[in-house]
């Protein structure tokens, strides 16, 4: 009988692809993201990198399903992480983002969330190549 935290983590997996599956879906298909008025047409620039990161956290999610291996646990974070961040630079520089006059403090706002993703996905990666090495070398971490 699998222990508790195993189905716990396994059933969070399952939990991001669905999540991953319907913000797939509802970018691309239906409704779009057409439809939120404070995205212009510069979105179709980003808009490869963010389904490349959603599809990646599918992929490794279900990986993660089946193998708890921590070094490919590890490995596929660091994948997810990199194109997550590949997405978020490319925000930066693209901003397909328009507030309009009367919302003249969000472009500073969303420009604040993404610099906070931004380092915030550095760290993560970090984490993830010392949890790399450190399971690649036979150091576990600790049990919870």
Known sequence: MPDRTTTTTRSGNVGSVVVN????????IWPGWQVLPFLTSDMTRVLDLINA??????????VFVVIRARALMALGNL??????LAALLRLWEVFPFDFGTSWSGWPLVVRVFLALGIVGSIIGAVVEIIN?????AGFEPRAR
């Open 79 to 84: 994948v997810v992480l990199g194109i997550g």
């Open 21 to 28: 599956a319907l913000l797939l879906y509802g970018i691309n």
């Open 53 to 62: 990161s959603l599809i990646a956290g599918i992929v490794v999610n279900l």
């Open 132 to 136: 790399l090495f450190r399971s690649l």
